[in-house]
């Protein structure tokens, strides 16, 4: 790895631990273009915005699953891809595209999605990009069929090609969006640090901790708290900073409700002390967004984020905070308790029970759990399954389930409170 690559790699945590000294959020879109030179007219642009922000590339959906020919195929006939597709291109191409941003004003993070990412992982150390995201839960148990001891196998090994790389290397959990539209917050804070534990131990050395925005304000800032309070315990030995992301879920397809979401994610982030926003775009609904689309979103969030009023005392956010911090605990060591290698200890949980994602299909995952939003707007457990918790939230009972026919009405909640909040009430 050359000098400008080393310094790249260290950029990344650095940046944002000093733009938060400075009282200033991140913005990062979640960005990637096919071509070469799309993709650094992307880069460029966003570089040159007036706030805080930090470049993305996000793989192409054929580097996801390791077809490396098809994207050259696509892109020789003409056609777009949904994200570039690093391992396809030539190295010394990529690295010309990249040759403008090797210092510390501009840092690079790789979003990838991929189960088995050895082969991005290596093509990441070799151009010195060794900021990217994921984990052996996260980017397993939701959108594929790879078992999981495999993805946690395949996790280990490329934690250890990245550590290997730079010593600055990081990588932020995705656990925090594990269906995040669908999860009761005590499990995504549990897989997130969990993942953050598992790339500990597999060398890395700087972390970052995600938490996708819910249904509930309140809930989410109690949420937040819980995340950093937990985080300072269990991750005393790290660098690590926490990043929100606008709601993953079915998005308002309004312009005028899109952007009040966005609006609303810049200002939790800001009120919570989150050091960085994934930014989701008013074109979410309808297309892949454009360059356009995200700098819009990137200069709107900044902008509101930079002025949002400090939260407000909410009774309802500390009891969430209580609720919250009490479940995470008893999965986080019901979880670490089951075997001293924490990746083992993942496996184990999922073939127990004691970790459960609710409609998720992945045959690691017992699939007992199911969750409700409630009157408040709160996403709940209608049923527990086998983990070890007991929900104490208002009108919960161990055995309520959430009938199959509200599930539609779960996914567009959000759509609804932001396009025609009417509709949003249960």
Excluded at 16 to 38: H, I, W
Aim: glycine share 8%.
């Amino acid at each position: 790895m050359d000098v400008g690559a080393l310094t790249m790699s260290g950029s990344f945590q650095r940046f944002v631990r000093r733009s938060a000294a400075q009282g200033k959020l991140v913005v990062q879109p979640r960005m990637g273009f096919g071509r070469v030179d799309d993709m650094q007219a992307g880069l460029s642009a966003v570089a040159s915005l007036p706030c805080p922000v930090i470049g993305t590339i996000t793989l192409d959906s054929y580097t996801r699953v390791g077809d490396y020919l098809s994207p050259l195929h696509v892109l020789a006939r003409g056609e777009p891809l949904n994200g570039f597709p690093i391992v396809s291109h030539d190295v010394e191409v990529i690295r010309g595209m990249l040759a403008n941003w090797t210092g510390e004003s501009f840092p690079i993070q790789v979003r990838h999605g991929t189960a088995r990412p050895q082969h991005v992982f290596h093509r990441l150390a070799e151009l010195g990009l060794v900021a990217t995201e994921g984990g052996p839960v996260s980017y397993c148990m939701p959108y594929g069929r790879e078992p999981l001891r495999s993805a946690v196998n395949a996790w280990a090994e490329s934690c250890r090609i990245l550590a290997g790389a730079s010593e600055h290397a990081h990588i932020e959990s995705f656990g925090g969006c594990l269906l995040g539209q669908l999860c009761p917050p005590s499990l995504l804070l549990t897989v997130s640090l969990l993942e953050a534990l598992f790339f500990l131990k597999h060398g890395i050395g700087s972390v970052s901790l995600s938490y996708a925005q819910g249904t509930s304000p309140s809930q989410d800032r109690g949420a937040l708290c819980a995340l950093r309070l937990l985080a300072g315990e269990y991750l005393r030995d790290c660098d690590w900073h926490v990043v929100i992301y606008t709601y993953m879920g079915v998005f308002p397809a309004t312009e005028t409700g899109a952007m009040q979401l966005i609006v609303d994610s810049a200002c939790l982030a800001r009120q919570t002390a989150c050091e960085r926003l994934i930014v989701k775009t008013v074109a979410e609904s309808r297309q892949i967004p454009s360059l356009e689309d995200n700098l819009q979103a990137l200069q709107l969030s900044a902008r509101h984020a930079a002025t949002a009023r400090p939260a407000q005392d909410d009774a309802a956010s500390d009891a969430y905070f209580e609720e919250i911090l009490a479940e995470t605990r008893v999965l986080l060591e019901a979880t670490l308790n089951l075997h001293e290698d924490v990746g083992e200890a993942l496996i184990l949980a999922f073939r127990y029970g004691v970790l459960d994602i609710p409609f998720c299909l992945h045959a690691d995952n017992a699939g007992l759990t199911r969750t409700f939003i409630d009157s408040a707007g709160a996403m709940r457990w209608a049923n527990q399954g086998k983990m070890p918790i007991r929900p104490s939230g208002p009108g919960l009972s161990a055995g309520r389930q959430a009938p199959s026919e509200q599930l539609y009405q779960m996914l567009h909640y959000m759509l609804n409170k932001y396009d025609y909040p009417s509709r949003a009430q249960w």
